[in-house]
């Protein structure tokens, strides 16, 4: 079935549509909001002229009844006829108002006040009191009138104020609205984009720490996929080209080996040698028991030449991690019989591994941690020194917390890799040499791939790299402590099994 692939394009243009369409409908409400608003106050300025006119009407009308002018008629009755025409021309549109009543009532007074003045005109200048009633009226008339255009007018602006007041609340929803709203298509639009992103970030940075696994982002954008498969792709080559250049190093070590075997098998293969001279001379007149003497011999040091090569074979075979329990002090003696001829008359290399220490590893690959870190070790030492190679069970109490891991030592601390054992037994062992030491600047770079301190073409820089990673293998850890001019020192740290612990009551910290 085709199933659709997004892309962060698409999702970007949306995002921006989104927006567009929310700021448009934002201004539209405000828009047909405001207009309502300038009708509201159109509404009332119409009501505000028409209580100004009345009250006009009014003062000319309390003039024409104190004076009798002419001109205060003339006044009075243009005002009348304004506020007549005020009302004409705007009632009709205010029909469905609840005020209209009140308007269409004014209307009708003012048509009667007219025509009461008019009336009233006639009699000016004459006192009677057909003249003082009808003065009564036309009073009483205008009063109705103001009253009601007063009221009206009160009304007008306490809605004005109260509809102004929940419009501005009206604006102040929308607003809030539509901006969560615009925020909440904006994370979802930035947790669909930039959560992928930030996932590529993440596994790049991890790539960068050496860590080169597959890169799977929970992403069906196209841009994602895209750079995605790209990167998978440089990670398969990289992975693939750091395997040939392990092997690489590991070929470069059994070159190294090579040097050091070949002074082994010398001794055996002299010893063969010299018996088989001895017994071809002397087979005639020699007895029986010397003759299987010269034999045992023989046989013992031919057997010590198969070791020398089975060893040999076992380091340089390709073969898959398996993990078996070795006995740490024979382990680290042969690796150190591999590196023999290579280690120079005035280098002294002292062991001190009890011989009951018993360690779960893959032979092959902890052999070439420690043969990378004794050939640094004997390459640090520049005239004469020593190597010391010391082990020591460290025994889980698991009646003390808080007592496991590198911090148990202060000079590893913040200076190891790899996950460190916890809450159960290990094997510490340390590597320590009184050569150079490391400077300082350089210490934190040590693990990195391709990082060395040597001269171009003597050394490749993987190994201590390949180490570490052997070392995280096993689930151990390496940390490192070193001061120039006194020397350097490694420290390992391997699991063990509770089966394997003995001696509980020897442990101490």
Not at 28 to 56: C, H, N, W
Not at 240 to 250: D, G
Not at 363 to 378: E, P, S, W, Y
Not at 477 to 482: E, H, L, P, Q, R
């Amino acid at each position: 079935m085709f199933k659709y692939q997004t892309s962060i394009r698409q999702k970007t243009v949306f995002g921006y549509y989104v927006g567009v369409v929310i700021i448009a409908g934002l201004c539209i409400f405000t828009f047909f909001t405001f207009r309502l608003i300038e009708k509201k106050i159109m509404f009332r300025e119409v009501i505000s002229g028409l209580f100004d006119t009345t009250l006009e009407i009014r003062r000319f009308e309390k003039n024409i009844f104190l004076y009798e002018q002419d001109s205060d008629f003339n006044e009075n009755i243009q005002y009348v006829i304004k506020a007549q025409d005020i009302l004409d021309s705007n009632i009709e549109k205010y029909k469905t108002l609840a005020i209209y009543q009140q308007l269409n009532s004014i209307n009708q007074d003012l048509k009667k006040y007219r025509g009461l003045m008019e009336q009233f005109a006639t009699l000016k200048r004459k006192n009677s009191v057909e003249k003082q009633l009808l003065e009564q009226t036309i009073r009483n008339t205008g009063k109705e009138i103001i009253t009601i255009s007063e009221n009206v007018s009160k009304v007008e602006t306490e809605k004005l104020r109260l509809f102004l007041k929940k419009t501005m609340m009206n604006l102040i929803i929308a607003i809030s609205f539509l901006s969560l709203g615009g925020i909440a298509v904006g994370q979802i639009l930035s947790r669909m984009i930039v959560k992928p992103l930030k996932s590529l970030e993440e596994k790049m940075r991890q790539i960068a720490e050496g860590k080169l696994e597959t890169v799977a982002i929970n992403s069906r954008d196209r841009e994602i996929v895209s750079l995605t498969n790209a990167f998978n792709k440089m990670l398969k080559e990289l992975d693939l080209r750091q395997k040939h250049l392990v092997q690489s190093e590991k070929l470069a070590s059994l070159g190294t080996l090579l040097s050091g075997i070949t002074h082994e098998l010398n001794n055996p293969l002299s010893n063969i040698s010299s018996s088989c001279q001895i017994l071809l001379e002397e087979f005639e007149d020699a007895d029986t028991e010397y003759k299987k003497e010269l034999l045992s011999q023989i046989d013992g040091q031919t057997e010590r030449a198969r070791n020398i090569v089975r060893s040999l074979l076992e380091f340089s075979r390709d073969k898959e991690f398996k993990k078996e329990k070795l006995s740490l002090k024979n382990l680290v003696e042969q690796t150190i019989l591999f590196i023999r001829g290579e280690i120079p008359t005035k280098v002294e290399t002292v062991l001190d591994i009890p011989a009951d220490i018993i360690i779960f590893v893959d032979k092959q690959r902890i052999q070439q941690a420690f043969l990378n870190l004794f050939k640094n070790a004997v390459q640090s030492i520049a005239d004469e020194g020593s190597v010391f190679i010391t082990a020591r069970k460290q025994l889980f109490n698991w009646k003390i917390e808080g007592k496991t891991g590198m911090c148990d030592y202060p000079r590893y601390q913040g200076k190891c890799t790899g996950k460190c054992p916890s809450n159960e037994d290990t094997v510490d062992i340390e590597i320590r040499d009184t050569g150079e030491g490391i400077r300082p600047e350089v210490l934190p770079k040590i693990f990195d791939p391709f990082f060395t301190t040597k001269d171009v073409g003597k050394g490749s820089g993987l190994g201590l790299f390949i180490v570490q990673e052997i070392i995280e293998e096993h689930d151990g850890c390496i940390g490192v402590d070193s001061e120039v001019g006194k020397g350097t020192c490694f420290l390992i740290r391997l699991p063990i099994r509770r089966d394997d612990a003995k001696n509980r009551k020897d442990f101490n910290r």
